[in-house]
């Protein structure tokens, strides 16, 4: 029989132990689980996407329940572009879309009544020319008297524009083609264009077809291949916390991928079934981010003096386009984000 001595350090013992074994538990639950502890209801979102590296965020932030844990169901909906994913959700299949701000900026001026809440990606180096050596072109300036395959009313078609005038070629001095997005790469290999306007990863997998019979022209100084996360005003007012609820996931999604940058690469180079070695070439952790500043205005408005000018869209006032963003969701989740001036 124990002593009334020994039984009292027993107790004692027993209770440190618990102690310990909840002070544990409770660490675990914090710190250690990778599991979803969601108290709240569990909402629904569809995001409307384009297959590219610029929706990166997404995939990641799916694989690793970052939207579970935010209390979002996430439904995503690929498209090969992003002005097919902002038109379905403008049809209501999707509640929000990624897209890049060339297609946003032709639908409002078009009447569409649609907001963005964030810049989410940013590259200079994921949009490029790639023009066959064969045709006589090294350069940018070898471009005059080509023929140029590039997407209508996108920034593929911009990017091509500002090329041309930052190196003072005419656009008379060239032949543009529009092409469907899937025929780009094909229509540069059988040689009916001299030249695409390409992104990745269909950039990357044409470098590595065509190896050295093309080159790849960038214009990091004038152009920055930017995607936003878009929604219908009506959306985004009356679903504001979910709207917030997305960009908590995106922006815990953007330092996962900042942070552990080749576990991302795994997960994006999956979900877009690229070679991890291609994706290697183009895949910068700093392009992935979120903020709402300047130069979305700017570029908003010096495309759609593009777009006037060619003619694409009806000459007239630029819009003021403070009036499609929406500041508060991005505000309340990363202050420090919003770098617009009023």
Not at 205 to 226: G, P
Not at 247 to 276: C, G, H, N, V, Y
Request: charge should be neutral; proline fraction near 4%.
């Amino acid at each position: 029989m124990l002593s009334p001595q020994k039984r009292v350090i027993g107790k004692r013992f027993t209770l440190i132990f618990s102690i310990i074994c909840l002070l544990g538990a409770a660490s675990w639950l914090v710190f250690g689980n990778n599991e979803i502890h969601q108290s709240g209801p569990i909402h629904n979102v569809t995001i409307a996407i384009p297959a590219q590296i610029s929706a990166g965020a997404l995939y990641v932030g799916r694989d690793q329940k970052f939207f579970e844990k935010h209390g979002l169901n996430l439904t995503i909906q690929p498209f090969l572009l992003g002005k097919q994913a902002l038109q379905s959700t403008l049809q209501g299949k999707a509640d929000l879309a990624i897209l890049a701000e060339t297609p946003f900026m032709l639908a409002v001026i078009n009447g569409e009544k649609i907001a963005t809440v964030a810049t989410i990606f940013g590259s200079r180096r994921s949009m490029a020319v790639v023009a066959r050596k064969d045709r006589g072109i090294d350069k940018a300036e070898d471009l005059s008297g080509k023929t140029i395959g590039t997407i209508f009313g996108t920034n593929a078609q911009f990017f091509v524009d500002t090329l041309l005038t930052a190196h003072s070629i005419t656009k008379s001095s060239v032949k543009i083609v529009y092409l469907k997005p899937e025929t780009l790469v094909e229509a540069l290999k059988n040689g009916e264009v001299d030249a695409v306007t390409v992104w990745h990863p269909d950039l990357a997998e044409l470098e590595q077809a065509l190896a050295n019979r093309v080159v790849t022209i960038y214009d990091e100084d004038i152009f920055v291949y930017r995607f936003i996360l878009v929604g219908k005003q009506d959306y985004l007012d009356k679903h504001a916390a979910e709207v917030r609820q997305t960009l908590a996931a995106i922006e815990e999604a953007t330092r996962f991928i900042r942070e552990q940058p080749a576990r991302a690469k795994i997960t994006i180079s999956k979900a877009l079934s690229m070679d991890s070695v291609l994706l290697s070439k183009t895949f910068d952790p700093n392009d992935f981010y979120l903020t709402l500043d300047q130069t979305l205005l700017l570029a908003l408005s010096d495309e759609t003096r593009w777009a006037m000018k060619q003619g694409i869209v009806p000459a007239g006032p630029v819009p003021n386009y403070l009036n499609y963003i929406r500041q508060e969701p991005l505000e309340s989740v990363l202050p420090s984000a919003i770098k617009i001036i009023k």
